[in-house]
């Protein structure tokens, strides 16, 4: 099969392209995206070409100007940048890192601005052997040792700044660097050399100069065992993206926008890889976009989860944090808002009225309610049952202020209903098991400031009815 | 923690050894064996100490010797042995190939004789590391990249005569050989050194001494990332496992001792990592014990499942065959007996004997029998649908000869009932897409050698009931 039937079915099977349509193509200059270009073109694709002159090397504007020369051969829509990767490069990242960054949020900035969707980029097989190895020697996991793939969602990188739906295509990602040499003699172009490819201070170029001509001399085929390695890491991804996705709703449930908890002991059935997937993917909707992801952070997650639940925090990533949350674990942004659908949380801690009647609306649904209430009912001994948990009865002549809800305060003190002494609010909370970050929201109802009811738990014994009570009020918590 | 405890917890977090248990420990007389030894006699383990003589240096007698000294102060069981290591690499085999079979043969049987159900060896994590490299470079699958097991159930190698149950162990795996050497220098014990160790011809000596190293230069944690790739592959082979062994049960039938069907479309819609590992399990309890079962392989069953089933026949490895049957493609020893228990098929496909009354039984629980029936019955027209596809009735006294029953014969022909001409036999199994495999023993009822019943599929019209019919005989398949 010649070079072109190649990418035409590698395009076709990997549904990478649309019939003619049309797309950005990034042209360098060398061997690699010539090839890609004239490819697309002679496969019917419509072409914007972009080239950036990265400006670090003295003949970079050179090729760009001989990019916009041979490109007139193959579309009207040329668009040439320059970018200062020094000077990103001088904000701490590395000369390659800038300059990806510069190169990607180039060609993201024309496709947008020329209305496509799509960027084509001229990695070979080489690249390909190349990155797959250098996620090995780095000791990667699945999702780096599958290699680049044929297509990709710009969207998903968060440091280049695209809109949802561009994605990135690299139609000749089964075609050798020889092959794209082979391709442009054929049809009569001489590359321009890049001759910081030839620089030995970048790893890439080490890899590709001198380790994969070594490897070569242990296995003549090392390529196609590191393309081989690529394609069962993919195969493994795939799989094991089927299952999380099938596991997720199992095992794991939305606690808030920023936050997951994940049910311990389902996930301890889980197999390791699968608890490892779900590690990952809870931290990739938390933090979209995190690129690197490493193989430690997941082995913490999973270690954590067997720990038990008296572990205090552990922080995964920067302001990422996990922690036990009864069977639970929950991963959170720290300080952002959990959500509790199981539990009574007010929207703030801080009070508000309860009119009588009236009503206060709490979250996920929730509502507390105050109402008069016939005084056949009499607040008795809680011990009896006769006290409905989510009810409390109170004589309302001998309340000290008008009712209000709020959160918990440091002094708050209640005698509870039938009990000899007063407890504290907050050590209420506690011996409850209510978890840590549900306690500051949860509704305690005052009378003045004195609290009458730690709404669902407890009912102050000073208010219960008695028979010289004239008017009772009954306050209820309504679960969504 | 020192390298006892890192041992003893290697152990027991992989389940490898009950405590106190004896058991054949393979010592050369290097750090790493001599450590194992020392280790496993700390933990409280009755060894049986054996070590083999290859033959294959000068020293190697003496190396026995001195294992022999020093095993002394650990047991009062030492079983040297010598191999003829040359003799059985002059047979085809690399020296290192026919060494290794020895010498787990000579530890087999050792633990045999021993009465022993583990033997014990010094792999450490450096020779994990080179192991998983040598994968990594010739491209192997899952199960190589995970590199050496703890445990290994020995049966499961063909090539060196283990029973049942007898399982090898690796406790050092986790430990360097640096470590290894340092637990000798602290017990006051010198190693001897295995100078083949350093020759360079030997592909593993060349990984240790030469490329590893230079990995190291790229990454000086690259055995980590080695170990981290084991560790990753092993967790999704196990992954894949599980699965597969579920899916199993949907998937594949067995088709007789050496055959599967693999129903194609339900394998089609698997993920590729489980259809890789359906047809990699499928080999495997075909060839038991086969070792380096290559990708190669599974990617050709892969492709031919999907071709149409017009395509022919497979060789998948010498003598193992893939071929489509129906929606099903069928793996098989090539010439082994496949079941069919969808179909009729006779035992042999020699003529026997068919009295009236009778039967014949045929594979899969299915029977043939014969009868006289009533002459109210009369064969007719079987387009009116009133003759019974499993059931044929013919005129007694018309017959030409005594019943029988065989396979179909090169010159076989017969005329439907209700049909016009005669037909061959062979082309009617062929119309009615009877798998080729089953047409040898399909059951044709013969009069003396003339067919009158294609067993289930056309029965012949010169026999049909006819108002002079004076005793009607009725034959039927019955499945079982």
Redesign the interface.
């Known amino acids: 099969m010649n070079l072109l039937a190649k990418v035409d079915s590698f395009i076709a099977t990997q549904g990478l392209l649309q019939p003619g349509q049309r797309l950005v193509a990034a042209v360098s200059g060398g061997a690699d995206s010539l090839c890609l270009m004239d490819c697309l073109h002679r496969l019917g694709f419509r072409l914007v070409v972009a080239s950036l002159d990265h400006q670090l090397r003295p003949e970079s504007a050179e090729d760009c100007r001989f990019v916009q020369d041979v490109a007139r051969a193959y579309t009207d829509e040329v668009v040439l940048g320059t970018a200062d990767v020094r000077a990103l490069a001088d904000q701490g990242l590395s000369v390659e890192e800038a300059a990806r960054r510069l190169r990607y949020r180039f060609l993201v900035r024309v496709a947008q601005d020329r209305d496509a969707r799509t960027i084509a980029t001229g990695h070979t097989a080489d690249d390909q052997a190349e990155t797959i190895l250098m996620h ?4 990667a ?2 999702e780096g ?1 599958r290699g680049m793939l044929p297509s990709t969602a710009l969207s998903d990188w968060s440091d280049i700044g695209a809109s949802k739906g561009l994605s990135l295509v690299r139609p000749l990602l089964e075609i050798t660097r020889e092959e794209t040499r082979g391709h442009c003699a054929a049809i009569g172009l001489t590359p321009r050399e890049d001759h910081t490819n030839q620089d030995r201070s970048l ?1 890439r170029n ?2 590709r100069h001198d ?1 994969l001509p ?2 070569e001399s ?2 003549p ?2 390529r ?2 590191l393309w ?2 690529g394609r ?1 890491m993919a ?2 991804a ?3 993206d ?2 999380v996705a099938a596991v997720w709703a199992e095992v794991v449930r939305s606690r808030g926008e920023r936050a997951f908890g994940i049910d311990a002991s389902a996930l301890a059935t889980q ?4 608890q ?1 997937a779900l590690a990952r993917r809870a931290i990739l909707l938390l933090r979209p976009g995190l690129r690197d992801l490493g ?1 430690e952070t997941t082995e913490r997650i999973r270690a954590f989860v067997e720990l038990p639940p008296q572990t205090r925090h552990l922080e995964v990533l920067g302001g990422l944090e996990l922690f036990h949350l009864g069977p639970e674990v929950v991963m959170a942004e720290r300080g952002g808002r959990l959500e509790f659908p199981e539990f009574p949380q007010l929207v703030s801690h801080a009070w508000q009225a309860l009119t009588i009647p009236g009503e206060v609306a709490l979250e996920c649904g929730w509502r507390l309610t105050s109402g008069e209430t016939p005084l056949g009912k009499r607040g008795g001994d809680p011990s009896s049952g006769d006290v409905p948990e989510r009810e409390a009865i109170l004589d309302a002549d001998r309340l000290p202020g008008p009712l209000g809800v709020r959160g918990p305060r440091a002094g708050d003190r209640i005698r509870p209903l039938g009990m000899g002494g007063s407890a504290k609010v907050a050590d209420m909370l506690i011996n409850q098991h209510i978890p840590r970050p549900a306690r500051p929201r949860w509704p305690v109802v005052v009378a003045g400031d004195e609290p009458v009811w730690v709404a669902g738990l407890r009912v102050s014994d000073a208010f219960r009815l008695t028979a010289q009570t004239s008017r009772g009020i009954c306050l209820r918590l309504l679960p969504s």
């Open positions: 090995l020697l780095r000791g996991g699945l040792l790893l080490r890899l380790l070594t490897l242990y296995n085929q090392v196609e065992s081989r390695l069962l195969a493994q795939e799989f094991v089927q299952t197999p390791e890889a699968i490892r193989w």
